[in-house]
């Protein structure tokens, strides 16, 4: 059946008194027919009802799992809808917490035809709006829906107290008891039988027969403890056992030297590992996995530091090579997976991952414990990269790439994605961004509801799968750049789970990472508290695990915005336009908490980039944007106006950083994004018409994406593409999967179209973008991109743009109307311009020229006549990668290095020339052995402080191979 998702994520398992039990039901063994009672302990479970302020509007939400279920969780015969306050399906209070529900007859009731099985009864409790639940304290089981077992007339026993927890199947509760404490037992028989019970292998009662037997004994001793219930059937004594654990005191000891947060290999040490946990205000861990057969006893038990922050243990006896699940359980109430794991496995999604995205994924330790766990691997395979010395494109003029692996290739894998890297690299793309790929909730998901910071998400497929992705994209000189999610996490995270306030369904005041409530509107999940301490340094871990074990080139920040503890939520609702409008003014501690952050970043990784969907008040922006941060810089709306023939709103200014104010080319400017409608869409739905010419024609709408490209694509600054839209991609951002167009379908699954290369108006789309992003990484014209002159008109619907520096200048000129229009326009120089993608001659012999143009034509003006070699790309190698050139820093000034290898020992020669290919000076000629070389650019010879600004060109030269390099001086 489809029920009701709720926004609640809770997750926390309960602490249990003797007798409190989250389900009870009488009779023990229910049947399908005759009464069944069910009582609610609503401080037991996720606890999300508990004290709830109207004990009269307690509904509860039921079905089946028969023979005609497909899985435990394919619900059969629905009773209720959700939300709604049917009188059949109202609880009667009991007070203190507690409530019954009586069926009569379940077959009858539930309307279950005959031949059909029933097994279980699966239900939930709610309030009458559907805003609150009450189930299974581990919702990642089945959604914490709750069984039970309908039993027929053989003979069955079981154990009442202690209680088991009512999943599907069941598991023991947590039993909360030290040495001296009495347990409290019951054992019932759905048939009469004589019955014993004994604890630890003494006999502390006896029924000569009877259904039910009690008794309380004391525990006299911490460790392992047994508890059996004997019964007589067919003659026959058969038994059922419990057995649980009692812990010793926890032993306090300070961490080894050495280790930090998280799994911890020795290499010189192979069959150990050391854990460590970070969870301050906790009394107890234990560490429980396949190392120990998920047995709890005194060598599981984790040791406690001597400031109550961390639990350790080192665990021996391990086989090298072999992978290990293993989980947490704190204060014997909660069983988490390590947040540090690098590897889950997931009982609920793992299954719908094929043996061809992730071959021989670890099976789920099925029967032993419940959630996710982690996994621990020493002497792991490792990933021999072959690409150690990528250089980042400048990031002022980045041509970013954005995609989401799940709807841009069907088999949604890294071997396959890597595959169409030479699809990118033709289009001329410098970067790849991609969306969120750590461990998300299930495995549809865009990812921005992360739960594991350190684990790619295995629906994608392995983690050297991932980084020979990434290879590849470094051989091929493209930057990859992750999409990172720390605004918020989600309820699967085990950082959430550790500090979870059931009766809030919220994460507790003393969570050391989260908010109990959000702090800015559009908050998604919880919200992270950036101020903390806490918070500061696992930020630090997760960007330094990326940078460095994956070699990532930076990351692209979600909800930067949310990056604040100033309190913007002042209504309840967090969602007034005054709070959004309070959210976004200049705030001096996000600014704090950035430029912390950012620093952070450089130290793990100098360069790496940092780009922020902020989205803030200008001048927060600019100043952390002068600081070395990116920024995106939506103008999905004021572009998509103008391809579709509205001119009101289509001024494209807000796309530049010099109209923002800003002193650099830090503003990532996209026509499209994963979070925009489709340009395509709205021209085709809501495009102008004016007598035959017709923009929701879809040939005519590519024609107007063309024209969108030439302005977007050659504003200077950094750029950011959405996946197909260079393909002129026109289903809707909100499509659903039965073709229909709704808001709730924003993240589902979108149509995959390679074929659109086939048709050759969107072809001539894509290679409109080729020539456009060509022309950005050409060496006469690539700086002017990252730093030239810039004057425009976009006001009107004939658009203007011109670029220009000491040497290469640009004009750009579009028509957005429906109808001929002419306008003067003034060139930078006089002389012979060359239209780029025709290379025709306009001879300009006054500065203002009268050009006409078309309903959505466009021309690209520059002043040197490149059409028969329009992109080449000097400074991405053709030769083998033992063959390499490069200066650093760039930009220089006065001082840096020449780095040159060479693949067997040769004559070589190294000149720099001028934007020209004027020789400018000899820097050095010689002889020189296989390997690797580095003169400073001081000992050259060569004045280079009385070079002026502007772009060179390094050029290496041995045998008949070469190598040019850009040079920027400043």
């Not at 234990?286 to 922050?309: C, H, I, R, S």
């Not at 091929?476 to 699967?492: E, R, T």
């Not at 073709?739 to 979108?750: F, I, L, M, N, Q």
Request: charged content about 20%; proline content about 6%; aromatic content about 12%.
């Amino acid at each position: 059946m489809i029920r009701k998702k709720l926004l609640l994520f809770i997750f926390l398992l309960p602490v249990l008194p003797a007798l409190a039990q989250l389900i009870s039901v009488a009779p023990a063994f229910p049947k399908e027919t005759g009464q069944i009672e069910i009582t609610l302990d609503c401080t037991q479970g996720n606890k999300g009802l508990m004290d709830y302020a109207n004990p009269d509007d307690i509904y509860i939400h039921i079905g089946l799992i028969t023979s005609a279920s497909t899985n435990n969780g394919d619900w059969k015969h629905s009773k209720f809808d959700w939300a709604t306050t049917p009188p059949e399906g109202k609880l009667t209070s009991l007070g203190n917490n507690r409530y019954r529900y009586t069926i009569n007859n379940l077959r009858t009731w539930m309307g279950v035809p005959a031949g059909e099985t029933i097994s279980h009864i699966v239900f939930l409790f709610r309030n009458g709006t559907g805003s609150m639940k009450q189930c299974n304290a581990n919702t990642s089981v089945n959604g914490g829906d709750m069984y039970l077992k309908v039993y027929d007339n053989n003979q069955y026993a079981s154990f009442i107290q202690p209680s088991y927890e009512p999943y599907f199947t069941p598991s023991l509760a947590p039993i909360q008891k030290q040495t001296g404490d009495n347990l409290p037992v019951k054992f019932a028989v759905n048939q009469t039988s004589a019955l014993e019970l004994l604890f630890n292998g003494n006999s502390i009662a006896t029924v000569a027969s009877g259904m039910e037997i009690t008794a309380s004994p004391a525990i006299t001793a911490s460790g392992n403890q047994e508890l059996v219930g004997k019964y007589v059937e067919g003659g026959v004594t058969k038994t059922q056992t419990i057995n649980f654990f009692v812990s010793p005191p926890v032993t306090e000891q300070p961490l080894p030297a050495g280790v930090r947060d998280g799994v911890n290999y020795d290499p010189a040490d192979p069959a150990s590992v050391t854990l460590v946990l970070f969870a301050p205000n906790k009394t107890k861990a234990t560490v429980l996995g396949d190392f120990n057969n998920w047995t709890e006893n005194a060598a599981a038990q984790m040791y406690k530091t001597p400031d109550g922050q961390r639990f350790w243990k080192k665990i021996t006896g391990l086989a090298s090579g072999t992978e290990y699940a293993y989980q947490f359980e704190i204060d014997n109430t909660l069983r988490i997976a390590d947040p540090y794991t690098e590897k889950v496995l997931d009982p609920n999604n793992d299954q719908y991952i094929s043996a061809t995205t992730y071959p021989n994924l670890k099976p789920y330790p099925t029967g032993k414990t419940n959630g996710i766990v982690s996994v621990l691997q020493t002497n792991a395979p490792a990933y021999n990269w072959q690409n150690n010395n990528f250089t980042r494109p400048d990031k002022r003029n980045l041509i970013v790439y954005e995609l989401l692996l799940r709807d841009f290739v069907a088999a949604h894998d890294w071997t396959t994605l890597k595959d169409t890297i030479s699809y990118l690299k033709r289009l001329g793309i410098n970067a790849i961004e991609l969306l969120p790929f750590n461990e998300f909730e299930g495995n549809l998901s865009w990812g921005y509801n992360p739960s594991f910071y350190f684990a790619p998400d295995k629906y994608y497929g392995t983690k050297n799968a991932l980084k020979a992705f990434i290879d590849e994209c470094h051989k091929q000189g493209i930057a990859v750049i992750m999409d990172m999610v720390l605004n918020h996490s989600f309820g699967q995270s085990p950082m959430v789970q550790l500090y979870w306030d059931a009766a809030n369904s919220s994460p507790s005041a003393n969570s050391p990472w989260f908010n109990p409530s959000a702090k800015h509107p559009y908050n998604v999940g919880y919200d992270m508290n950036h101020e903390s301490s806490a918070t500061h340094y696992f930020v630090s871990r997760v960007t330094e695990f990326w940078l460095k074990e994956y070699k990532l080139d930076g990351f692209r920040f979600d909800l930067s915005k949310g990056f604040t503890q100033k309190n913007s939520c002042t209504t309840g609702g967090c969602s007034s336009q005054q709070e959004v409008d309070n959210w976004s003014k200049y705030d001096a501690s996000r600014v704090a908490i950035w430029k912390g952050y950012y620093d952070t970043i450089m130290k793990h990784n100098a360069g790496a980039y940092v780009i922020l969907e902020h989205l803030s008040e200008n001048s927060e922006e600019k100043e952390l944007a002068s600081y070395g941060m990116l920024f995106w810089g939506n103008l999905n709306y004021n572009f998509n106006e103008a391809t579709m023939g509205w001119m009101q709103n289509s001024d494209f200014s807000w796309g530049l950083s010099t109209a923002r104010g800003w002193d650099k080319q830090h503003l990532v400017m996209y026509m499209e994004s994963h979070d925009e409608e489709r340009l395509m869409y709205k021209n085709i739905n809501f495009g102008r018409t004016s007598g035959t010419y017709n923009i929701k024609d879809p040939n005519t709408a590519l024609k107007r994406n063309e024209l969108g490209a030439a302005f977007g694509m050659l504003m200077p600054g950094p750029k950011m593409i959405w996946q197909f839209g260079e393909l002129g991609y026109d289903f809707s951002i909100n499509r659903c999967g039965d073709g229909t167009v709704k808001d709730e379908c924003r993240t589902d699954s979108k149509p995959i179209r390679w074929d659109y290369q086939t048709v050759p108006a969107r072809k001539n789309l894509y290679d409109v973008y080729a020539r456009l992003l060509g022309l950005r990484q050409h060496f006469l014209y690539k700086d002017i991109f990252a730093g030239g002159l810039l004057d425009k008109d976009f006001s009107a619907g004939f658009k203007w743009m011109k670029i220009t520096t000491d040497t290469s200048s640009l004009v750009v000129v579009g028509n957005f109307e429906v109808s001929q229009q002419t306008t003067g326009v003034s060139f930078p120089r006089t002389g012979t311009w060359y239209e780029y993608f025709g290379g025709q001659p306009l001879i300009v012999s006054g500065n203002v020229q009268s050009i006409t143009l078309q309903p959505g034509e466009y021309r690209v003006y520059i002043n040197r006549n490149i059409a028969s070699n329009p992109t080449p790309v000097p400074e991405i190698p053709t030769i083998n990668q033992n063959f390499r050139l490069v200066v650093y820093p760039n930009p220089v000034s006065r001082s840096g290095q020449i780095e040159f290898e060479l693949p067997a020992g040769s004559s070589v020669s190294l000149s720099l020339t001028n934007m020209y290919g004027q020789r400018i000076a000899d820097l050095y000629s010689g002889v020189r052995a296989k390997g690797v070389h580095r003169i400073p650019l001081g000992t050259t010879g060569f004045e280079w402080g009385k070079l002026p600004k502007g772009m060179y060109f390094l050029q290496l030269l041995m045998g008949d191979k070469k190598l040019v390099r850009p040079l920027m001086v400043e």
